[in-house]
């Protein structure tokens, strides 16, 4: 599934030839993983970061191979990061199917995971490239330490907009800033060129991660194949419920922290009303489009194309979706 219809239009062959290094390195001799992979792969995605590697290639004019590696090798990454996460979370919905951890057991998930992070670590060396590894060693290392930090996180009310913003960068807009310059690598671009992209990377990805955390609290379950709530239930700290508590009553302050606390779902429907009677959605998508904004403003330097017109096209796609 595309996030937009000018990435299928533009890369629908490209994202093709990727599909097909995914299917062929995911092959093992282990017949769970072979069953694990397809399930995984068959539940489709935005393919936001897969894209990244394309298009940030494709500003520059690179056909020269190595592209579609890399994109498969940050699908890989990004998978790998889901497992683990659905795990950790207790998630049971994902895709609008059964989680993986859910179908096949925790155990399972988390091993196929590893198998995930090694295979693209192997497919890093095929590539020969030690920039791109190093890139990606970071960038794995950055996203556990944000998981980490999430999970520290997790039941403690006083966490504030700082702390949040922080764990966001780590877990999910550091391999949205790696795509980027993992394109821009492969393509042989100048520093500057290859900063830009990756501060435009870094930048959607906040915006994106913003706007999946205003989808928690107003998001349908049939369009965001995830349950309502699931963070609150897991006591997850995010800006929606941040601000809610800065912009609420005392009332509606203390009926939050007590339900950070506790997780679980018994306040739900009294909360997400708070969120919305406060403004406190309609503030983080006011932060996510600066977030959005600063990331067109990275790609102005680059000379009008296809490619960086899809790549402002997905910054409205983060900031203006349902799913």
Do not use: W
């Not at 706007?211 to 239930?233: C, F, H, M, P, W």
């Not at 203390?254 to 429907?269: C, D, E, S, V």
């Not at 403004?279 to 990275?298: F, H, I, M, N, T």
């Amino acid at each position: 599934m595309f996030a937009t219809e000018s990435l299928r239009q533009l890369l629908g062959d490209d994202m093709k030839a990727v599909d097909d290094v995914i299917r062929r390195r995911l092959r093992s001799d282990v017949a769970l993983i072979n069953q694990m992979a397809e399930y995984i792969i068959g539940a489709g995605g935005k393919r936001m970061r897969p894209a990244l590697v394309l298009l940030a290639a494709g500003v520059f004019g690179h056909r020269g191979g190595g592209q579609h590696e890399l994109a498969a090798i940050v699908e890989f990454i990004h998978t790998a990061t889901l497992l683990h996460d659905d795990v950790v979370d207790e998630s049971d919905l994902r895709r609008g199917r059964a989680t993986a951890n859910a179908l096949f057991g925790n155990a399972a998930s988390v091993l196929v995971g590893d198998f995930l992070y090694s295979r693209a670590f192997q497919m890093m060396v095929d590539l020969n490239h030690m920039r791109v590894m190093a890139v990606l060693a970071d960038t794995t290392n950055r996203i556990a330490e944000g998981e980490v930090l999430q999970l520290l996180n997790s039941y403690d009310a006083d966490t504030d907009e700082s702390h949040y913003l922080t764990v966001i960068r780590y877990k999910t807009a550091e391999l949205f800033q790696a795509a980027a310059r993992l394109g821009s690598i492969i393509a042989r671009a100048k520093p500057v060129e290859e900063e830009a992209l990756a501060n435009y990377g870094l930048k959607l990805g906040m915006a994106f991660q913003l706007i999946d955390d205003v989808l928690d609290y107003s998001g349908d379950r049939e369009q965001t194949g995830k349950n309502v709530g699931d963070d609150l239930a897991q006591g997850k700290v995010t800006l929606p419920l941040i601000q809610a508590m800065t912009a609420g009553r005392d009332a509606d302050r203390q009926l939050i922290r007590g339900a950070i606390k506790q997780g679980g779902r018994a306040a739900l429907q009294e909360i997400v009303r708070i969120v919305k009677e406060t403004g406190a959605l309609e503030y983080v998508k006011q932060r996510a489009q600066v977030e959005a904004d600063a990331a067109k403003a990275a790609i102005v330097v680059f000379p009008n194309s296809i490619y960086r017109e899809c790549l402002i096209n997905l910054c409205e796609f983060a900031v203006g979706r349902s799913h």
